[in-house]
């Protein structure tokens, strides 16, 4: 029996997932199956697989009816045959050290529940954009001087330090935690708010995988529908009272691309109730506040006109230093 199962879920894209299989059979800790659960509704992705020389260490499930991401994770924790897993999305990369690196502490501390690193941030070819990934890792708290020590876990889950992806954690306490169906795209964060419970979390400081900007992910308007629906998860999320402050820090920060979000989705009652929530940066967005306000009595088309147009380009700062591709995990 292999030590780590690496769980990929899979959606109608073979190509990526290649991409994904081949970062596995890079690492330089060998002891691993990888375990594939694909909804695809075509054999596209199993044709894929077949033509894997590494067939034996490959496990592939297709359902025959769409399962949805919740339920497809779920049935990966219960596929994996490892004491560790890995769940890792089709459409990134682990580095080459990912497993070495994380499966350390858990190995070395029993009441370690799960171990992360820094993500890299890539185009959708592949090639890293090296000051957005030190702006991603700054952004969550993957800081050097946190690395290599336990953190306060539930802190982790909140400020959601501990990643969507890419995490390894004991496989029984996966199992314990499960993902919940009932909060769509907000689930990988949902998860992490009820993982903390189990143990602590350890962040190692390397990098252990690369998310990458998907052509297919979240669209421009999807980003703050799927920020709207987080919210209301995280204003009710029970947190202990030391947090309590971090909490609303993160809601006040999450407010006002919610409010968008629910105007985009035509949920004018709930984007109401946060303009008027004690989280609305009223003293710093008041002109954005009154038109969105506005927007909440405006008919469909003047929503989508006023949230839809395309913004200029901000000026960035220059990169560190030149973009490069990740050939050696793609």
């Known amino acids: ?48 697989v077949e033509t894997l020389s590494e067939g034996q260490r490959v496990r592939y499930v297709r359902n025959p009816h769409r399962s949805g991401q919740a339920n497809s994770k779920n049935q990966l924790f219960d596929l994996a045959g490892g004491e560790f897993l890995v769940l890792l999305h089709d459409d990134n990369v682990l580095m080459p050290a990912a497993l070495a690196d994380m499966i350390k502490p858990l190995q070395e501390n029993s009441g370690v529940s799960a171990s992360f690193g820094k993500q890299y941030f ?47 954690v004991r496989t029984t306490i996966a199992r314990k935690t499960r993902y919940r169906n009932d909060v769509g795209e907000c689930g990988d964060a949902e998860f992490g708010w009820r993982l903390w419970k189990h143990g602590d979390f350890f962040f190692v400081g390397s990098y252990t995988a690369a998310d990458r900007q998907n052509k297919q992910g ?3 308007s999807g980003l703050p529908i799927h920020l709207s629906n987080l919210y209301p998860v995280l204003q009710y999320l029970p947190v202990s009272k030391e947090l309590e402050s971090a909490r609303v820090a993160r809601l006040k920060q999450l407010a ?26 009223w003293r710093r967005q008041f002109l954005k506040g009154v038109l969105k306000l506005g927007l909440v009595f405006s008919p469909r088309v003047v929503i989508r006109m006023a949230l839809s147009r395309p913004r200029p380009l901000k000026r960035q700062d220059p990169p560190s230093a030149s973009p490069k591709t990740l050939r050696t995990a793609i």
């Open 122 to 168: 890539l185009t959708h070819e592949g090639v890293v954009l090296e000051h957005e990934s030190l702006l991603l890792n700054k952004k969550y708290f993957r800081t050097d001087e946190r690395a290599n020590q336990i953190q306060p876990s539930e802190w982790s889950a909140l400020v959601q330090q501990f990643p969507g992806d890419s995490y390894m």
């Open 1 to 48: 029996m292999s030590r780590v199962s690496i769980c990929i879920p899979t959606y109608k894209r073979p190509e990526l997932l290649r991409s994904a299989i081949d970062s596995c059979l890079a690492q330089t800790f060998q002891d691993f199956e990888i375990v594939i659960v694909d909804d695809s509704p075509d054999d596209e992705t199993q044709k894929m």
């Open 256 to 281: 006002p691309v919610a409010v968008t979000g629910c105007l985009l989705k035509k949920a004018r009652l709930e984007a109401f109730k946060i303009l008027f929530g004690s989280n609305y940066p």
């Open 218 to 220: 979240l669209s421009a």
